[in-house]
């Protein structure tokens, strides 16, 4: 089972092309160009090819839903990975990347549970439990032409946004979520003008548990790193 062993970059390619419904030679063609641009791990052919890790799905996943143009793929990746959760108030000394999100996440599904803290945040019990009985929502969100992404995990208990004091506080411990942001960026009021060099057009891609959790398969369960990781102060 691939899941036992890691998977190589033709599972990996295969597996994320069947579950999002994309064509197999263009996910074949964006993989190529991101082994091309150094951001897949390579080496060897056949039984001797590399064997895929987290960075690598978190890249190819970011890959096929946030880029517009196969030709971008490399400067889009690079791009999106280092995107960070918002945070209101001050800024936390470490700097929480979409790479490091989503790298958590496929490694969740692989060991079918969350980590006690996702992120700056810790996991709230009902969401921790929904997600191991794989009764959860998934919902990430890439938007483009201006660089941005949002990951909303809720349990079937969630009922939505509410302006109900008392009902937010019932609500919150059934859901986690964030959205990610160019480093230093500050969200612009609704009465701004369209943000230079982007306009006011978004497209957005979404994939969901299936895809996260069909990833997560390819790889064998392992203990969760800690994070942050050590050096990566600000």
């Known amino acids: 089972m691939a899941g036992q062993n890691m998977a190589r970059l033709s599972e990996l390619v295969e597996t994320i092309a069947r579950v999002e419904g994309m064509d197999l030679a263009t996910v074949r ?87 006690a803290r996702y992120g700056y945040n810790l996991v709230p019990g009902q969401v921790a439990e929904a997600f191991s009985k794989e009764q959860i929502t998934l919902v990430i969100d890439f938007d483009r032409p201006f660089p941005r992404v949002s990951i909303d995990i809720h349990t079937l208990e969630w009922r939505g946004p509410s302006n109900d004091l008392r009902e937010q506080i019932e609500q919150r411990d059934h859901r986690l979520g964030f959205v990610f942001l160019p480093p230093h960026f500050h969200p612009p009021s609704p009465k701004s003008p369209p943000l230079k060099d982007y306009g006011d057009r978004a497209d957005t891609t979404t994939i969901g548990y299936s895809t996260i959790r069909a990833v997560g398969g390819l790889f064998p369960a392992t203990p969760f790193s800690p994070w942050p990781p050590a050096g990566r102060l600000r």
């Open 29 to 115: 063609l964006i993989a190529r160009n991101l082994r091309e641009a150094g951001l897949i791990t390579t080496s060897g052919r056949g039984p001797s090819a590399a064997k895929m890790t987290l960075a690598d799905a978190s890249n190819l996943l970011i890959a096929v839903n946030a880029s517009d143009r196969v030709q971008k793929t490399g400067q889009t990746v690079r791009t999106y990975r280092r995107l960070e959760a918002y945070a209101y108030g001050p800024r936390p000394h470490y700097p929480y990347k979409l790479d490091d999100a989503l790298q958590q996440l496929i490694q969740a599904a692989s060991n079918k549970a969350l980590p």
